[in-house]
């Protein structure tokens, strides 16, 4: 996979990933050092985080904190703030980059494509028509028009308050 434009990979490899024993979900809800550059918004039981490697600008991962891959395992009070944090981060999205759709989603399971199996996560994609989906099919590559940083930015300014 090539990336046209990705600025944020100079800054990524200046500062080097955090080191993380174990799981990284884990460790950014944990507010590890270095580690929670990229959330936008946390809560008691969950909190929301750009994905590093986006499928496009603002792409979004909802993230109970207590790790696990079982959906069935999760109480009211967990998922309600999971949920909540969907609905705040689709609210952010569609003010700070109108998009034309978004993805919904989770990925459970090894076969299911999920890059990390074993901390389930919600994954909020922001849509345009047309975007980079022809370009990773034709090309095996991606289109990122914006740094990572620049991202997070600007859905916290746009993230709403919480009701
Ligand atoms: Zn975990």
Redesign the pocket.
């Known amino acids: 996979m090539d990336y046209l434009w990705a600025g944020w990979r100079s800054a990524f490899v200046t500062q080097g990933a955090p080191a993380v024993d174990?799981?990284?979900?884990?460790a950014i809800?944990d507010g590890a050092d270095g580690a929670d550059d990229l959330v936008v918004a946390r809560r008691a039981r969950a909190f929301c985080v750009l994905n590093l490697y986006p499928y496009t600008s603002g792409h979004l991962m909802v993230v109970p904190r207590r790790?696990?891959s079982d959906l069935g395992a999760l109480s009211h009070e967990e998922l309600g703030e999971m949920w909540e944090l969907v609905r705040e981060g689709m609210a952010a999205l569609e003010s700070a980059y109108h998009p034309q759709g978004i993805n919904l989603g989770l990925n459970l399971g090894r076969a299911s494509g999920a890059g990390i199996v074993?901390?389930l996560h919600v994954h909020v994609v922001p849509r345009w028509v047309g975007d980079a989906n022809f370009m990773v099919t034709a090309a095996q590559t991606r289109v990122l028009p914006e740094a990572l940083g620049d991202t997070r930015d600007r859905l916290r300014r746009a993230w709403p308050a919480s009701s």
Not at 22 to 26: R, Y
Request: hydrophobic fraction near 20%.
């Open positions: 174990g799981c990284v979900l884990c809800g790790h696990g074993e901390h």
